[in-house]
């Protein structure tokens, strides 16, 4: 079992920067690949990036690529969401999210997520 708590999110203006991170608990942490999808009112849940449990590999949507960053710590059991260049298109609540299967974890499927945190761009 994995427990997931995301921080960091708030208000920001476009063109700005937020990290957001997600603290892990449980046994099992090091050993899944982790992401971030994120929901929008009235929009599909959309997976924005995904890092493997090694820390080595790492994807990111194409409407995101460029701007967001994904990264994990082991040591501290957190992982790591940068996003710079914020647009309004990018408010939504953000999940952080873990999987057995990293092709899984890029399509969107997870075996566990955390309550997620509020992210708001504004014009």
């Known amino acids: 079992q994995v427990q997931l708590v995301e921080s960091g999110g708030g208000l920001v203006q476009a063109g700005g920067s937020l990290r957001l991170s997600c603290a892990a608990s449980?046994?099992?942490?090091?050993?899944?690949?982790m992401g971030w999808f994120r929901q929008a009112p009235e929009k599909e849940r959309e997976s924005v990036a995904a890092?493997?449990?090694?820390?080595?590999?790492?994807w990111s949507a194409d409407s995101v690529k460029g701007r967001f960053t994904i990264s994990r710590d082991k040591v501290k059991n957190t992982v790591y969401l940068q996003m710079n260049s914020l647009k309004p298109e990018d408010t939504a609540v953000y999940y952080c999210?873990?999987?057995?299967?990293?092709?899984?974890?890029?399509?969107?499927?997870?075996?566990?997520w955390g309550q997620g945190t509020q992210v708001t761009v504004s014009s």
């Open positions: 999210a873990a999987g057995a299967a990293f092709s899984r974890v890029m399509r969107g499927e997870y075996d566990f």
């Open positions: 449980g046994r099992t942490f090091s050993s899944y690949n």
């Open positions: 890092i493997t449990w090694t820390g080595d590999v790492t």
